[in-house]
């Protein structure tokens, strides 16, 4: 099954943490412009809410009724589709009626309540893979969504624990997902470098050098799309500062991915070993 809302290749990008108007658009005009360059989706993506900050001075973002203003002027302004988080049921109603598609953080795929709470709403569902959880173990968060009414999930590798304060990739997992899950797989290549608590003053830091060959590697190993969170000065962003990939260079980086994306699947096509 794929996730048919929008066929692959899908690219999920934008902000950590939504900011003002000016930085929004600026990174969503950015985005049109590279879909109608390169011919895959695109799909903006930013939060109103970080729930999961590791301390409590860390931003969190503008909150739910501004976050959600600045998410449909994306949308009016670049035409492209938009996603957030949920982090609490009474949440859901109100963002759905405001975004094209629902994504739950990773922290979260368990939550009962929540996971059948956004298939309710018959939107399309990303769901983050927890950090702990295995491949098979998300088979049942997906189908948790679907039994509430979701037609279109997805599922999204974002690396696993590997001792403290890193993760690993398993690109087995691609196809694990999509096998056991029966969705489409996104991979987030920049949470998947992400070093939670090893930044300064306590905040995630991150390996943003291994975005790219982790990305390439998940382009050739089976992902339906992928995730990348971006920003002009990733340095000044509040939130992942450590991880996000530079604006400038993702053009750069999305066609260097798709280039592998479609000769991976002309040679399984064509039965090329």
Not at 14 to 41: F, Y
């Amino acid at each position: 099954m794929t996730f048919t809302w929008l066929p692959p290749p899908v690219l999920v990008a934008g902000p950590c943490t939504l900011e003002d108007d000016g930085l929004n658009l600026t990174i969503a005009t950015a985005l049109a412009e590279l879909q109608a360059k390169l011919g895959l989706r695109v799909v903006f993506k930013g939060s109103f809410d970080k729930a999961n900050r590791s301390t409590l001075a860390a931003p969190r973002g503008p909150g739910l009724t501004a976050g959600l203003e600045r998410l449909q002027r994306v949308r009016k302004e670049t035409g492209l589709p938009v996603m957030t988080d949920v982090h609490e049921v009474g949440q859901v109603e109100t963002v759905s009626a405001c975004v094209d598609a629902l994504q739950v953080p990773a922290f979260l795929c368990r939550q009962t309540d929540l996971l059948t709470a956004v298939g309710r709403t018959g939107k399309p569902v990303n769901l983050k893979k927890g950090q702990w959880m295995s491949a098979e173990g998300m088979t049942a968060a997906a189908e948790k969504v679907r039994a509430a009414g979701a037609r279109d999930v997805a599922i999204t590798e974002r690396g696993t624990f590997f001792g403290y304060g890193d993760l690993v990739v398993d690109m087995r997992n691609l196809t694990r997902l999509r096998q056991n899950g029966s969705c489409s797989v996104l991979f987030d290549a920049t949470h998947s470098v992400q070093q939670p608590d090893r930044g300064p003053g306590g905040v995630s830091g991150g390996a943003r050098e291994h975005v790219e060959g982790l990305l390439l590697a998940a382009a050739a190993g089976g992902a339906d799309g992928f995730f990348l969170e971006t920003h002009p000065v990733p340095e000044t962003a509040p939130s992942d500062s450590a991880t996000m990939w530079p604006l400038a260079a993702l053009p750069g980086l999305v066609h260097r991915a798709l280039d592998v994306w479609h000769a991976a699947r002309q040679s399984a096509t064509s039965g090329v070993a």
